[in-house]
C-alpha cells in the first residue's frame, strides 16, 4: 500500500479566505494541533508577504518538530531569503517557489515572456536550493498552461534542484480525467520527474479539489495539499478530511492511505472553524453536524438492525466522542485543563488561568458550560492577546421613543479612549462609537450574525461580525451571556485585525 503524504496548507492557503485572518497565537495552536493530527508538512505561511507571517513561520519552525514546516516564496531573491530565514529553526524546512506558466498569466500577470519565466524559474529554484535542502517548485496555474511549455517549466525546475513538483489546479478548473491525466503525461514527458515527489494543490471552484486530488494520486502523485475544513481562496482548497477519508474508507479501491491519527480530525475541524470564524456547513462530509445524523424512519430503522446498513465509517472514526462531559461552577482548574488538552489546545500556565477565570464566570451564570462554550472561551483569550484595544466600560441607552447613544471606553496600552456616539440602535451606536476611538472612518459594517453557542435560555449568546475597509476583509467574534456585550466584543476583536492589517501596511 502507498504512503500518501498530506501537506496541509490551512496557515497559508486556508488564511487566504475572504475575511479569515488568525492570529500568531491561533496559528501556533492550530500548528500543534496538526502535528497531532499527523500531517506530513505545514505550510506556515508566505513570509515576505507580512511580518505577521514572518513572525508565523518562525514560531512554528521553533515549536513543531514533528513534521516538516514549509513557507511559501515567489521566484524573487528577497522573498526567498525571507522564508529561509523565517525557517531557520525548523528541523526540515521546505521553501516553496512558484510561477506561473498559463499563458493567461504570464501575459497578463507577470507580462513576462515564456523564455523570461524559464529563466525566473531556474534563477529562484536554484537559489532556494543554495538556502535550504528541500525545495518545492510550483507552475501556478499548471492546469491552464501549454502542455508542453509545462514540461519544461517542471524539467528546468528538477534541473535547478527541485525535490518535489508541485501541480496547482489554481483556479480549480479541471475535471478529475483530465487533471490525473495531466500527471500521467508530465511522468512520461519530463525527465527525472519520476524521482521525485509529486504533489497536488487543487481548488474547488467546481466542486472537484477532493476527486481531483484522489484521481490525481492514482495517476502516480504522492502528496496531497489541502486544508482543513477546506477553507481557502474563493471556494477554497481540497477538503483536508474529505481526502483523508475518501482514501481510509475506501483503502480497498485507492490502495494508498495517509499517516493521519484519524481520531484528531473533528477535533482539528472544530478548532479551525472557531479560530477562523467560519462554520462548517451542517451537511458538509466528514465533519459537518449532519454528517452521522439519520433523519428517515426507513434509515433509524436501518440503522438500529446494523449501523452499516446507512453509515461507511464510524463516528468514532473522526473522534466524535459521544459523551460530552459538561463541566459546571463546581468543576475545579484541574478537570478544566484536562478539558482543554482534550479539545486540543496547549495553552501556557498564563493562558489557562486566565481562561479558567472566565470559565468560572460564566460557570456562574450557567447551569452547565460545555465544549462549545470553552471553544469559545479560549477563542476570546487568544483574540484578545493581540489587541491594541480592550474594552474598558460601556453605557448605551435605548428606548422606543428616543436616539440610541453609546458612551464606550476603550483601553489602549496605558491610555484609555472615551467616545460617544448616537445610532439606529444599541448596537448600531456602540459600533459607531468604537468606529470613533479607532479612526476607522472607511470601515464599513459588512455583516452581523449572533446565535446561542449552546441551547437554553442562560446559553452564551456569539456575535461575529465582518467589517471591509480598503485594507481587506475581517471577522471578529464576541462571546457573553449578554448580546450588547458579544456585539462589542465581537466589534473590537474585528477592529484589532483591521488595525493590525492597517499597520502592517501602512
Ligand atoms: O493555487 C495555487 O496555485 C497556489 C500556489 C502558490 C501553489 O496556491
Ligand atoms: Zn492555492
Redesign the pocket.
Known sequence: MRHIEILDTTLR?GEQTPGVRFSLSHKTEIAKQLERLGVDAIEAGFPASSKGDFDAVSAISREVKGCSVQALARCIKSDIDCAAEALSDACDPVIHVFLATSPIHLEYKLKMTPEDALENIKEGVSYAKSLCRTVQFSPEDATRSDREFLCRAVKCAIDAGADIINI?D?VGYSVPEEYASLVSYLLENVEGLREKRISV?C?NDLGLAVANSITAVGAGASRIECAVNGI??RAG?ASLEEVVMAMRVRRDFCDCDTGIVSKEILRTSRMVSSFAGYDVALNKAIVGQNAFSHESGIHQHGMMEHRNTYEIMNPEDIGADKSTLVLGKLSGRHAYSERLATLGYALDTKGVDATFNRFKEIANKKVAVTDSDIRAIVNEYLDGLEGKYWIDTFQIQSGNHMKAMALVSLRAGDEVFTESAPGEGPIDAAFNTINRIAHADDVHLESYSLKAVTEGADALGEVKVKISSDHGAFTGRGVSTDVIKASIKAYVNAINKWTRAKGTND
Do not use: A, L, R
Request: aromatic share 0%; no cysteine.
Open positions: 492557503d496547482p489554481t494543490h481548488h481557502g481562496e482548497n
